[in-house]
């Protein structure tokens, strides 16, 4: 059985629509799983806080974080902490996750990037 790639995100989100798109166009086959209807898969969130560290998968950047109250930001002081703040607020998780096919995981979407990352 050969391991197919996957994609976590949220459908309207505009990253998540441009790396859909994108990987469409290179012909890479990938299954999507929406964090809205399917939720956050917990058992998949510590191997995406050890490839690419919590930090970075907590996006503080978004609406999502900024509207949490100041006592909820505050929790987020540690991998554990973030990854309860992410299960129960799906959005602050940056987006797109994608499990490729290889077994690497990456956060976020820049072309450039993946076109490095499909040569290798």
Sequence with gaps: MSKITTVYGIPNCDTVKKARVWLTE???????????KQGVPAQRLPDWMQAVGWEKLLNHQGTTWRKLDDATKAS?????SA???MQEH???IKRPVVEWADGRITIGFKADDWQAFISK
Excluded: M
Aim: charged share 15%.
């Design 26 to 36: 290179q012909g890479i086959v990938y299954q999507f799983h929406d964090f809205k």
């Design 76 to 80: 987020a002081v540690d991998a554990a």
């Design 83 to 85: 990854a309860a703040v």
């Design 90 to 92: 799906a959005s602050t």
